[in-house]
């Protein structure tokens, strides 16, 4: 059925055409176009509309040949004119459909146009926009705009091709071709800070949140093959590395933007990156230890006397630079002397930042609330350490009680423990790099949350300075790392054990001991194994030693004395596991190995497995785990603990080396924590030799599941509950 617009019988034809052709009734607006044209066949803007109606009505072939037979039979000289007059047509054509959201026609259109005007770079930006929004020939279109950025002479402004590059980075599959198109658009942006921003944001979210590190590489390498020696983008491609295990490649980018440092806020950022290399690597010890004692020396400097007003880029980067210290030595309260200071330093200066440009955050009090909003702040809540050992207390919270919010650092849409958290939270939110700690402290503050709950301390610079703002009255660390150092933060979840009585003293922040246990769980999901001895051909009476842990945490002192055991237990092997650089850290062990004097066929390293839950049950191939110091491992010990499996740790001071020891004691065995070196080496090779022995904690081990404290995580989210609700009494009284 033909539909009739309702058009008063005064009016002109053309300005019947003209609506039918607006409101969409092309069938009429094509007779409407076709009569005016058998009137006024020399008038060329009728067929320039009737070819467009055919356009629309899906007669592309009729369109084109409408426009062209009009245009090669007018007038000599007058055929830019012409075009001109058309590309009116057309241009307005687009844009009304663009406003209209009707993105596919638009795209069609300007299509068209480009068979006009081939070297017209603004439809073509515009083209490969819609291509975007479409998902439709994005990796086609954008190499065919590669040609007009590089040699079109138009105007356009610099925030056009800002936008437009940061699009095609963020939409666009990656792909040669868009490095290609990034080239391309840096003689369009004079100022190589704004072409800088758009690459590393787009590398740090394709590396951070979708794992493409080596795109991410690619895009710093060709920022920097533009401009040599950039001491920010030097940095991330340090980190780039590094996180795709390219460990040699990591530290000499790293040592690269360490000697192009000049100030001392650039010196203690490079020290960092290069510790992080070196450490990672798990075999430049020495090195690591150097670069130690002058990243200490500058960070002494630094907060001695800082660098007032820094960029929050900047600032960013200063929150975890003291982070590898502990990997080093076990001395917490110089550390955490210097710690403070830095944390303090930071949150003044993003305090100021945010009352500078307008957008102070101050927390919302509520008096005595029905239930009390609790929120949980970590880019950790998926499957990751943190994710599986915090989702016990979400799951068991008292909803009556409280209303649980989660705050997401990073999105993920295929991790199923994220989704998982996304359901239990009572509200989720998931922020972007877009967001920044203010647009996330705003957040915090308008859903008016009571206590907000940091998950990640100093091992995410955003979180840090969020928490710096105090969007929530009451701010607590748990869980993901020692504390963060802030004064904006009020409490640390401890325990009887994992800190030191003494430890208050040199702590910023209040040390909030809960009755048992700083963590509970209530178990964890256990694979098939797929490592056997035959595999690694050792005998079946062998004694099987195992440590599993990343390269950072191999101590050479530790390594010695777990050397040491494996040489004083007869018929031992030494299981080698964690990420870090295979030839290194081979090395590293065969050297002490020779040393010692034990043959290298007694160690075995392993590589890396498909699943958590495959890595678990291969733990079982162990007789005795030993431990790392001066930091021990956490979940690799809870891990170990839930398969029966007796572990040998070194117990220290800091917080890091006092992991093991509060799980052990709360998991009710005694057997195996070490206070010396020395008790260190007569526990392992105790555990290696007597039998009787290890069994008997194996199976104190799988009795405690019914009983222990470290395996039950509902009286322990009680414990935490009321932890909570005494902080929030505290909080009343003080804003009275």
Known sequence: MTLTPPFPAEVTLTFQAHEALLQGYYSKAALLYEQLIDQE??????????????????????????????????????????????????????????????????????????????????????????????????????????????????????????????????FVPPSPTVLSFVEACDRWIPDKRDFRWAILT??????????????????????????????????????????????????????????????????????????????????????????????????????????????????????????????????????????????????????????????????????????????????????????????????????????????????????????????????????????????????????EIDILIDLDSITLDLSCRILALKPAPVQITWLGWDAPGLPAVDYFIADPYVLPDTAQEYYREKIWRLPQTYIAVDGFEVGVPTLHRSDLNIPNDAIVFLSAQRGFKRHLDTTRLQLQII???????????????????????????????????????????????????????????LDTFPYNGATTTLETLWMGIPLVTRVGEQFAARNSYTMLKNAGISEGIAWTDEEYIEWGVKLGTDAALRQKIHWDLMRSRQTAPLWNAKAFTRQMEAAYLQMWQTQMKKAI
């Not at 740090?204 to 920010?232: C, M």
């Not at 390293?605 to 733990?619: I, T």
């Open 202 to 447: 787009a590398a740090i979210e394709l590396a951070y949140s979708r794992s493409l590190y080596r795109f991410s590489i690619e895009l710093a390498r060709l920022f920097l093959r533009l401009y040599p020696n950039d001491i920010e983008t030097l940095g991330h491609l340090a980190s780039f590395y590094q996180n795709c295990h390219e460990y040699d490649l990591g530290i000499q980018t790293a040592k690269q933007r360490y000697e192009l440092s000049s100030t001392l806020d650039e010196k203690v950022r490079s020290g960092h990156l290069l510790l992080r290399g070196l450490m990672s690597a798990g075999g430049y010890w020495e090195e690591a230890l150097s670069i130690a004692q002058e990243q200490e020396a500058n960070l002494q400097a630094f907060v001695d006397q800082p660098t007032d007003g820094l960029d929050p880029s900047i600032l960013s980067q200063l929150t975890n630079v003291a982070y590898y210290l502990v990997y080093l030595k076990d001395q917490p309260r110089s550390w955490r002397t210097l710690q403070n200071r830095l944390l303090e330093f930071i949150q003044t200066e993003t305090q100021d930042h945010a009352a500078r440009i307008g957008n102070p955050v101050l927390p919302i009090q509520r008096c005595s609330p029905k239930r009390l909003k609790v929120g949980y702040l970590s880019r950790c809540m998926a499957t990751h350490s943190v994710g599986w050992l915090a989702r016990w207390l979400i799951q068991y919270h008292d909803r009556n009680t409280f209303e649980v919010y989660g705050y997401f650092l990073n999105r993920s849409s295929t991790d199923p423990l994220q989704a998982w958290y996304v359901q239990t939270f009572d509200r989720a939110h998931h922020f972007t790099l877009d967001d920044t700690p203010i647009d996330i402290a705003y957040q915090i503050q308008q859903d």
């Open 41 to 170: 066949p020399k008038t060329q803007l009728h067929y320039w509309h009737y070819g467009l109606v055919l356009l629309l009505q899906g007669e592309e072939e009729e369109a084109q040949t409408t426009w062209l037979f009009v245009l090669s039979n007018g007038e000599p000289g007058q055929t830019e004119s012409a075009i001109a007059e058309l590309t009116e047509v057309l241009e307005n054509a687009a844009q009304r459909f663009e406003k209209d959201a009707d993105l596919s026609i638009a795209w069609v259109i300007r299509q068209h146009l480009r068979e006009f005007h081939p070297d017209d770079l603004v439809n073509m930006l515009k083209v490969l926009d819609l291509s975007i929004e479409l998902k439709h020939q994005m990796t086609e279109i954008c190499e065919q705009t590669i040609p007009l950025l590089q040699t079109c002479e138009t105007s356009i402004e610099v925030n056009q091709i800002l936008l437009m590059l940061r699009r095609v980075l963020e």
């Open 567 to 625: 040489k004083q237990v007869p018929n031992s092997y030494f299981l080698i596991k964690g990420l870090s650089d295979e030839k290194s850290i081979q090395k590293f062990f065969f050297d002490i190995a020779e040393e010692l004097g034990i043959e290298q066929e007694r160690l075995r390293f392993l590589g890396n497995v498909a699943s958590s839950e495959v890595h678990r049950a291969n733990l079982a191939i162990a007789d005795v785990v």
